[in-house]
């Protein structure tokens, strides 16, 4: 279970990375650069016809690209923001509350397979959010 873990990590790495930071926005920016870059390259490098194939269609997978990309960005960046307004575990447990919803709306909507083991590590997460509420 490295899952719990590697929240944990990224949780307090972000924290702690916008509080120090001189300028929240420089550090969203360039934490955008060092995930979002090298995440592109390494999908050109190893899925290219697939992507040429996707960007090369209707206009209309091409919105959905850069709609994805900046509801992501946004999301990630209102996440680092609260991070500056309120203690850690408050918005880590709204932060990851969210991985519930995604599991039972794939459950739900998208008919997804191998949703059980999303919902008992949801389940996990779900405690660990309640026993943080509790002990603070």
Aim: no cysteine.
């Amino acid at each position: 279970f490295y899952f719990p873990g590697a929240i944990a990590f990224y949780t307090i790495i972000d924290a702690e990375g916008i509080r120090h930071a001189n300028d929240p926005f420089q550090y969203i920016v360039w934490i955008f650069i060092f995930s979002a870059v090298p995440m592109l390259i390494y999908s050109l490098a190893t899925n290219r016809p697939n992507l040429i194939i996707a960007l090369n269609g209707n206009n209309k997978h091409k919105l959905k690209f850069v709609l994805t990309a900046v509801i992501s960005l946004t999301s990630y960046s209102l996440i680092l923001w609260a991070y500056t307004q309120a203690p850690i575990h408050y918005v880590a447990s709204v932060r990851e509350s969210s991985i519930i919803f995604a599991s039972l709306i794939g459950l739900y909507f998208f008919k997804e397979e191998g949703v059980k083991k999303r919902l008992i590590a949801a389940l996990v997460l779900f405690v660990g959010i309640s026993l943080l509420q509790i002990n603070s």
